[in-house]
């Protein structure tokens, strides 16, 4: 019921006290020093490396990375992928969410082997998936099996089969984190609400656009964050599958950074990462603020 | 025509021993105000949810207007329901919220507008309107729940202890402004309490509820002047009928409490020479300073004004009981008084079963 309710406000000072450090920032003061030296400090080498050259400030590694001709494909292959596979993930993460709080027979066994991926490396992914859509893979195996004909799927002059197989692969790995999000938005959401809109003569579409989906709005918009960033860096499942043939933009940074021996220009293509990651995320957050909630805020 | 007709509904929930609804069965006439009365626990809500669809039985069945609902799913019974948790939706505002069935039975605009309006006037509630649920009082959230569910046109109308939160003097003028707009709406309506007074001031009719059976379904009335056992004796009215231990005399014409004989009503001509329990509500003891005929002394242990009235706790024949006097009337701890029980108030309870006894 008080969901929203803001806790009550902890008074600790009193003016006769003298001023001190307050304790919660002795407390987070370890972790605070922490991510300085092990994030920013890295994030602050990688930006400069991207702009430093011999004498000072340039631009050439910018300029060299979006003259490649691999970076505009890569750049586009990888919007094309969010775009795509966001909703499918979060359409399939619902669904599989409501079935298991219909609570079927076995429901926390089902839960497990649905959040198994989670648990996978995506390179071991990608491998798995490489067995399975490769010319002699399981897959050709099953359609030469039932008398037809097999598919290239990995084809490098294939790209719709090429992207078609990386987004199978990245969907079937990373939506139980979306489920898991989901599921545990929903666990906190109070079952009268559901059943208020039932005995009110709401239908199933009904109630989930008008209440379930609305109250898990929380939680949806942590897994799209998280799910957005981390699709930017899709990357070890791409190569796996298909090497070169389909770039992404943190593939391109490997291969700069191993193949091409550059790590200035690898800099500068993890610096895109890293705006539309921060942009997306920004974006995600005022589309998402709930308007009629501001004032309890 | 929406009249219920209960049968022999029974539902144990999933892991739990005791059974919540033990075989219960209760008839409902169309339009008619009835009130589920009980202590905490005895499976009024889970009656309620069975009605509205949202929980299933193991066994029996519940028709609606003569069609058979016990498994149609809750959005398709037609309906409304005031939530003991309220469940009002947090994500939105109190307007759209009492509008919340009709929009979505897809009602034009002004006639969900026209509802809204009527139903926040009925309910004190236009200054809060476009407020969220979170930001309104419990009481004033719980009004909505009431609000929500007026607005609809349903079938029957289910309350689940709409009135719980509120603070006394609200809860009574509630109480009455509930039992107008229910009349006026003539909606078969299923209400929940705990709290015997309103159950007496609404209900046409009464089911009084222990351990999942209905223990006594009647008139207001009749359920308070006449309680079929102890049980419902004791839970209805403050305070509780007064239960004494006494015995039949061997003719039957005389009761026998202690040293005490008093003369019995034909009804125990029957029972001579039994135990059984005399139960008489406080306000049908008369007292006196003074002796008279027929009357039994007692020794006065505490006097409470009530305003109205004083109640006093007398010791009879090494028995409690609970009387209450006029406000006039003047006495303090130790007194003796004599009291008068009058015959037509009398009732009877076999002493072991505590059932009410029948002439036979
Ligand atoms: N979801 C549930 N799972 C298991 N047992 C339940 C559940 N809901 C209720 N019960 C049990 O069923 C019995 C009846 O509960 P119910 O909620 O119907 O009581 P009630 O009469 O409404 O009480 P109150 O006046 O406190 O609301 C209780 O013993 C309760 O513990
Ligand atoms: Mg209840």
Redesign the interface.
């Known amino acids: ?5 803001p806790p009550a406000p902890v008074q600790l000072d009193t003016p006769a006290r003298p001023r001190r450090i307050p304790p919660a920032v002795l407390l987070i003061a370890p972790s605070i020093v922490f991510m300085a030296l092990l994030l920013g400090w890295p994030v602050i080498q990688g930006v400069l490396q991207a702009f430093r050259g011999d004498e000072g400030f340039t631009l050439d590694y910018i300029t060299r990375m979006v003259e490649d001709p691999y970076f505009w494909p890569a750049v586009r292959n990888t919007l094309l992928l969010i775009a795509v596979m966001i909703p499918l993930q979060f359409v399939f993460a619902i669904t599989m969410a409501l079935l298991l709080r219909s609570n079927p027979r076995l429901n926390k066994v089902h839960f497990f082997v649905w959040a198994i991926p989670l648990a996978l490396s995506d390179l071991a992914a990608g491998l798995v998936w490489l067995s399975i859509f490769n010319d002699r893979g399981y897959l050709n195996s099953v359609l030469t099996s039932l008398g037809l004909d097999s598919i290239p799927w990995l084809a490098y002059d294939n790209p719709a089969t090429l992207f078609l197989c990386v987004l199978v692969a990245e969907v079937w790995r990373s939506t139980s984190l979306v489920l898991v999000i989901v599921v545990s938005g929903l666990q906190g959401i ?1 079952k ?2 559901d ?9 199933f579409w ?1 109630r989930l656009r ?2 379930t989906l ?2 898990l ?1 929380p939680s949806l918009q942590v897994a799209l964050i998280l799910r957005t960033i981390l699709a930017f860096q899709t990357f070890a499942v791409a190569q796996a599958l298909t090497g070169q043939n389909f770039p992404l933009v943190v593939g391109e940074t490997y291969r700069w950074y191993t193949a091409l021996q550059n790590p200035n220009v690898a800099a500068a293509l993890a610096l895109v990462i890293l705006v539309a990651s921060m942009l997306i995320s920004v974006f995600y957050l005022r589309a998402l603020r ?1 308007k ?2 501001e ?2 805020r | 025509m929406a009249d219920i007709t209960i049968s022999h509904l029974v539902k144990t929930y999933p892991g739990a021993t005791e059974r919540a609804t033990d075989d219960v069965s209760l008839d409902i006439t169309d339009g008619d105000f009835t009130v589920l009365l009980g202590p905490s626990g005895c499976g009024k809500t889970t009656l309620l949810r069975m009605l ?3 929980e299933l039985p193991d066994s029996g069945s519940i028709a609606v207007g003569g069609k058979d609902v016990t498994y149609l ?3 398709k ?5 005031v ?1 003991q ?3 009002v ?5 109190v307007r759209y919220n009492i509008g ?2 009709l929009s ?2 897809k009602k034009p605009k002004e006639e969900i507008d026209r509802k809204v309006a009527w139903a926040a006037d009925l309910l004190q509630l236009g200054p809060y309107l476009d407020r ?1 649920p ?2 309104l009082s419990g009481g004033q ?1 719980q009004r909505v729940a009431v609000a ?1 569910a007026i607005v ?1 046109d349903a079938d029957v109308l ?1 309350m689940d202890e709409p009135l719980s939160n509120l603070d006394a003097l609200l809860r009574l003028n509630f109480r009455s402004e509930l039992k107008k707009i229910v009349k006026d709406l003539k909606t078969t309506t299923v209400y929940v309490t705990h709290d015997q007074s309103e159950a007496l001031s609404l209900g046409d009719r009464v089911a009084v509820m222990r351990k999942g059976q209905i223990a006594q379904l009647g008139d207001p009335l009749d359920v308070y002047d006449a309680p079929a056992d102890r049980f419902v004796g004791g839970f209805i009215g403050s305070p509780p009928m007064n239960f004494i231990k006494a015995a039949v005399s061997g003719d039957g014409g005389a009761l026998i409490v202690g040293d005490q004989r008093l003369r019995a009503p034909s009804l125990l001509q029957s029972y001579s020479s039994t135990d059984v329990l005399l139960g008489v509500r406080a306000e049908n003891v008369a007292v006196d300073t003074q002796r008279s005929s027929g009357d039994v002394p007692g020794t006065v242990l505490v006097v409470e004004p009530m305003g109205s009235s004083i109640l006093l706790t007398v010791e009879v024949e090494g028995q409690t009981i609970k009387v209450q006097a006029p406000p006039t009337f003047r006495t303090s701890p130790g007194a003796t008084i004599w009291l008068t029980f009058s015959p037509n108030s009398m009732r009877f309870y076999d002493s072991e079963t505590a059932m009410a006894l029948v002439a036979r």
């Not at chain 1, 019921?1 to 309710?5: A, F, K, L, Q, Y």
């Not at chain 2, 019974?77 to 329901?81: D, H, L, Q, T």
């Not at chain 2, 939706?89 to 505002?93: E, L, S, V």
Request: proline share 8%.
């Open positions: 019921m008080t969901v929203d309710s109070p009268d609400y059943e208020a809109a039932q005995v009110f003569g709401a239908t009904q008008h209440v609305p109250l709005k709930d009629g909630q004032g309890t | 509205a669809g949202l799913p809750p959005n019974r037609n309906m409304s329901m939530f948790s309220y469940a939706f947090p994500h939105r505002k919340f069935g979505m039975a969220l979170a930001q959230r929500r609809m289910l």
